[in-house]
């Protein structure tokens, strides 16, 4: 039977929990954390060490369980110094990325489930005249970041602590949907609008734009059954939060998205830009490039992405309802957005009014 574990933020907030009780005496090797879900995990300590009266390093070391996870078995270190509180205002814990753990434009790319976690099992123990200074470190987080897309989404120099669960479960194609059928359900017990993630990126894209994370529901490739299920059970709107190479099949009809099933992406954009009013020309020089990303810049600088985004994000939407109402024979808003490989929101379609998302001026927009 296939083990379950947990993903890299337990790790982390395992180690930091350990370092910070060994500089209150306690020289636990086994550390029990609350994963913020009604459940707990006991992580054992590799290594701990006081290196002064304030400050310890504690290491832990990955195990996803039977998941193809690249992290199994690296170490994960925290470093954490209690100093004094000076201001009433200092925040009694504060969270840096050391060696290995990714850097975006907004800093250290420790997400929302991540800080959630830390803060939860940190606070309690930080005492009310200091502020724990918490050092997450991956030592072999730099390499291991070569064989991820991180740094084509705008995370560098490592990887990012992200999740939305402590638990790691070994999953089938079938066993990936089923989960996100599960979390939708629970998302549709206390809200009629969604948000789909479109990958792990996705969920990166929502946590720097703000977006609920109790609306959030990881939809992988299975978007077009999903859009069935959320309407089948009830849910008003959706909104697709994905990269634009991904989501534009489905401005094609293709509701599986996965490249096993069907491709046709620069098919599908040339498409487009003949809607938009472009000529044989620039359908040609879509047509001609390697990838969606090298086509999209081609039309940055040419002055189209504006308008061709634009009109595949509105297509994305109304083939998404129109495929959910088929389905489901019941009606389903559905919203797009779509980002590019650094995270920027390029193009939104349907109503996305409820989500605020903000869009990044193109060069269209600059031109004109």
Known sequence: MARSGYTLPVFAAAAARGALLRLQGDRQAVVTLDLLDGQTAEIALESIAPLDERTALAITRSDPGDNLDLTRNTP????????????????????????GIGQTAEGPAIYRFARSLLEHNLLPLVPPDRVAVVRLILPEGRDLAKRTSNEAF????????????????????????????????????????????????????????????????????????????AALRGAESVLLLGYHGKLLKLAGGIFNTSSHIADGKLEILAAAAL?????????????????????????????????????????????????????????????????????????????????????????DELIN
């Not at 495929?323 to 995270?343: E, I, M, N, S, T």
């Open 275 to 363: 809607r938009s009013g472009g000529d044989a020309t620039l359908g040609r020089s879509i047509l001609a490039k390697s990838t969606v990303a090298e086509a999209v810049q081609d039309l940055q600088r040419l002055g189209w992405s504006q308008r061709v985004l634009g009109q595949l994000a509105a297509a994305i939407s109304e083939r998404s309802a129109a495929y959910a109402q088929k389905y489901a024979d019941r009606p389903l808003a559905v919203a797009v957005a779509l980002f590019d490989r650094a995270g920027n929101i390029l193009a939104t379609g349907g109503p996305c009014d409820r989500w605020s998302i903000p869009t990044i001026p193109t060069t």
């Open 76 to 99: 994960v270190w925290a470093w954490v110094q209690l100093i004094d509180r000076i201001d009433r205002e200092d925040l009694p814990l504060r969270l840096e990325g050391g060696e």
């Open 154 to 229: 705008g995370v560098l120099q490592g990887l990012s602590l992200l999740g939305t669960s402590g638990i790691s479960q070994p999953h089938t194609a079938t066993d990936q949907l089923d989960a996100s059928r599960d979390r939708l359900a629970a998302v549709l017990a206390h809200d009629r609008h969604v948000i789909f993630c479109i990958g792990s990126n996705g969920q990166q894209v929502a946590d720097r734009l703000g977006l609920p994370a109790t609306a959030l529901v990881p939809v992988g490739n299975w978007i077009g059954v999903m859009l069935v299920e």
